[in-house]
């Protein structure tokens, strides 16, 4: 059965994405079977896998609004080995047209349990709220993987992930845990990068990735490519690292 790690953090430019779509892309370089879904209404993880977001008819929202199945919103990523079941902007919507709804908050768990034994690896790229989109996300997860950028104020809003993420775990999904926490945007010529990684390991009682993300230019570059680091530039530093980090989370499961 496969792992289906959310990816979540709900303060934007943390790197969530980019880690979405290169944890991803690099789960597969190295032969897994990886689906990735993403519930972000902006669809970054959608292009940057390659994908045209004008040409697909099937998305996640449409998964939501129960008008089509997991199988007829799947779409081939410029990855081999590696499906996406894109995001259209009308997700951001779906909240309200969800309202009163029953079992809303596990719409997704329901189809996603349909295809897990078709894939090593399922990555949700969770929108950066805490709303129903990601509610739906943790209720689907195993683990919840969270990305931290090495800036001063990287700690805050975590503990309101932390709690959600708690209270989900307590209401709709028991088994729910945290993968860990990755730290992205790493620049080793600042001192600032290295208290901040320092401070986050005194004050977090987590599972911190071994891996750092360095702040790298060919990374920031990718998307708008529509491809992975790893297929834009395979040498780079910032391919280095997801793959270090995509090799910490197949150990992680074993």
Not at 124 to 145: K, Y
Not at 190 to 204: A, P
Not at 230 to 249: C, P, T, W
Request: charged share 25%.
């Amino acid at each position: 059965m496969g792992r289906v790690i959310a990816i979540s953090n709900q303060k934007g430019g943390v790197g969530k994405t980019t880690t979405a779509i290169n944890l991803s892309a690099c789960l597969a370089e190295k032969g897994k079977k990886v689906l990735v879904i993403d519930m972000d209404p902006q669809g970054n993880a959608t292009s940057g896998l390659g994908i045209d977001k004008s040409k697909v008819e099937n998305t996640s929202y449409q998964i939501l609004l129960e008008e089509t199945t997991i199988w007829e919103a799947m779409e081939p990523s410029v990855c081999e080995g590696l499906t996406v079941i894109p995001s259209e902007r009308g997700l951001a919507g779906a909240e309200i047209e969800l309202i009163g709804k029953a079992d809303r908050e596990y719409i997704l768990k329901k189809e996603v349990d349909k295809v897990r034994d078709n894939y090593d690896f399922i990555i949700i790229d969770c929108p950066p709220s805490l709303n129903l989109l990601t509610v739906n996300a943790m209720t689907t997860a195993d683990t919840v993987l969270v990305p931290i950028q090495c800036e001063y104020y990287a700690l805050e809003g975590l503990s309101e992930l932390l709690y959600t993420i708690d209270l989900v775990k307590e209401r709709l999904n028991d088994k729910l845990e945290i993968e860990g926490v990755v730290f992205t945007m790493y620049d080793a010529r600042t001192c600032l990068s290295l208290q901040v990684v320092e401070n986050v390991k005194e004050n977090l009682e987590q599972n911190i990735y071994k891996t750092i993300i360095p702040r790298n230019i060919r990374l920031a570059e990718a998307p708008s490519h529509g491809k992975p680091i790893n297929l834009y530039d395979s040498k780079s530093a910032g391919a280095e690292g997801y793959r270090d980090l995509a090799d910490e989370v197949i150990e992680r499961g074993l």
